[in-house]
């Protein structure tokens, strides 16, 4: 059972990192238009930046559960 958990969190890492990248190239594909707005470009950064900290979060906690 103590497997479960950390199985879960993987999954959960890797699907963070899928979302990560498909918001890094929804990034780089409005910035080739010049008629998207900033603000969108904004927003986008804010939640890949939102993402990228949940998973440092998360990898913080794998290792904790790996040490013990």
């Excluded at 479960?4 to 699907?15: G, I, N, Q």
Aim: proline share 3%; hydrophobic share 35%; no cysteine.
């Amino acid at each position: 059972m103590k497997g479960e958990p950390f199985m879960s969190l993987a999954s959960h890492l890797e699907e963070l990192k899928r979302r990560h990248g498909d918001i890094e190239r929804e990034i780089d594909e409005a910035m080739l238009h010049p008629s998207v707005d900033d603000l969108e470009i904004v927003t986008l950064k804010r939640r890949k930046l939102a993402i990228k900290d949940e998973i440092e979060k998360l990898k913080g906690m794998q290792h904790t559960e790996t040490a013990h």
